[in-house]
């Protein structure tokens, strides 16, 4: 299954990456936790493993 696309939200300490169908990808933690999320889903993009 591929996912749809790839979304960035809020957690308790950071931010994680989750696919369309709400499972988490990655989490990121701590300073620059939310620049590490949106690098991963860019890097994701670029490399096609998003839509």
Request: net charge positive.
């Given at each position: 299954?591929?996912?749809l696309a790839l979304m960035i939200g809020p957690?308790?300490?950071g931010w994680a990456v989750y696919v369309t169908g709400g499972r988490e990808v990655?989490?990121?933690r701590g300073?620059?936790?939310k620049r590490?999320?949106?690098?991963h889903v860019a890097r994701?993009?670029?490399a096609g493993i998003g839509p």
């Open positions: 299954m591929r996912a957690t308790a300490d990655t989490r990121y300073l620059g936790a590490r999320a949106l690098r994701a993009s670029v």
